[in-house]
T-cell receptor, first 112, second 113 residues
Framework: TQLLEQSPQFLSIQEGENLTVYCNSS?????LQWYRQEPGEGPVLLVT?????EVKKLKRLTFQFGDARKDSSLHITAAQTGDTGLYLC????????????FGKGTHLIIQP | DTAVSQTPKYLVTQMGNDKSIKCEQN?????MYWYKQDSKKFLKIMFS???????INETVPNRFSPKSPDKAHLNLHINSLELGDSAVYFC????????????FGQGTRLTVV
């Protein structure tokens, strides 16, 4: 069974600070996705990384896929209160129809 | 228009009952899934269907039976409900190709009392 270890599980920081969330595995994934989930809603995709070493930027969010495609990170610069939420990393091991293996999530709170 | 819709949003029922959750997607995707999210927000895949055929069944008790009448629908029927079945169940769909986005429904919060 493939596992994704996500850390930290909880993070509370002040507005304006930077933070990094990590997602690690001993298994290789064909792609790695990051989702954000709001209370009472389903997860919504933020980004997909498919190539080892790939870096993608989405405004203040920077996503990186490890060279060996076993790990990923999400870095937020100058966090804002609107960034508060549950962040989930998810790995694909097969061709896509096999579904996603999720990490346990990072509950992020940005305090004003 | 809602891309992936599931009903009901909330379901409270007694132990031993049988219940169904319905899911429909209007995205034209070939692949649909059921995920279970526990009280600690951990999401785990239960089933994957591609073109109405079962692809993945992740060690789910056989009290859970998915049914896909067509590509746009994947329903979940649960027999003899147990307290431990209480969770949020999410339906999702995707193109079933590596790296493509999974679109999730709003979830069904099932509470077994």
């Amino acid at each position: 069974t493939q596992l994704l270890e996500q850390s930290p599980q909880f993070l509370s920081i002040q507005e304006g600070e930077n933070l990094t969330v990590y997602c690690n595995s001993s298994s290789v994934f064909s792609s790695l996705q990051w989702y954000r989930q709001e209370p009472g809603e389903g997860p919504v995709l933020l980004v997909t990384v498919v190539t080892g070493g790939e870096v993608k930027k989405l405004k203040r969010l920077t996503f990186q896929f490890g060279d060996a495609r076993k790990d990923s990170s999400l870095h937020i610069t100058a966090a804002q209160t609107g960034d508060t939420g549950l962040y989930l990393c998810a790995g694909e091991s097969g061709g896509g129809a096999d579904g996603l293996t999720f990490g346990k999530g990072t509950h992020l709170i940005i305090q004003p | 228009d809602t891309a992936v819709s599931q009903t009901p949003k909330y379901l409270v029922t007694q132990m031993g009952n049988d219940k169904s959750i319905k899911c429909e997607q209007n995205l034209g995707h070939d692949t649909m899934y059921w995920y279970k999210q526990d009280s600690k927000k951990f999401l785990k895949i239960m089933f994957s269907y591609n073109n109405k055929e079962l692809i993945i069944n992740e060690t789910v008790p056989n009290r859970f039976s998915p049914k896909s009448p067509d590509k746009a629908h994947l329903n979940l029927h649960i027999n003899s409900l147990e307290l431990g079945d209480s969770a949020v169940y999410f339906c999702a769909s995707s193109q079933g190709v590596r790296g493509t986005e999974a679109f999730f429904g709003q979830g069904t919060r099932l509470t077994v009392v």
